[in-house]
């Protein structure tokens, strides 16, 4: 089997250095109107998870009718869908949250080869969903011989 190691769970920045959310929304604001507005204080409201999906950190959109979802940006941790501009959010910005084991989640994760396959068959992937603790993916390192 291929193993792919990288150095990082990606963030928004990492795959364009530089690149912003707000940056982003007003690139899009031409082709989807006026939202998403500018990101400060007042256009802020409510709280967005994320994920860990495939080696990136991502913020799937919470509008049930939108499939969309960006890379998560770790410098400025807002979220506005600019597939759909977030009208389920009053076309508000939400807060980016990380899991407070964050760091442990990525070190744990990054010490995996890519897609690994546990002993019950199940793959243990470079993913990390809501509730899954540190402890965790510990265990599932040590089903497949990773003691990190
Ligand atoms: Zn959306």
Redesign the pocket.
Known sequence: MEQHFQARIVHLEDRVPGLAPDFIARTMRGTIGLFPPRLSPENVAGKVNAIIDDSRWIVR?P?PA?A?ALLAPRDTPFFC?V??G?PENNHQWYEVVYPKEKAAIEKLLLARPYNVTLPNGQVAGRGWTLGQTAKALLLENAEIGIEA
Do not use: E, I, P, Y
């Open positions: 959109c509008n939108c969309g869908c597939d759909c977030s």
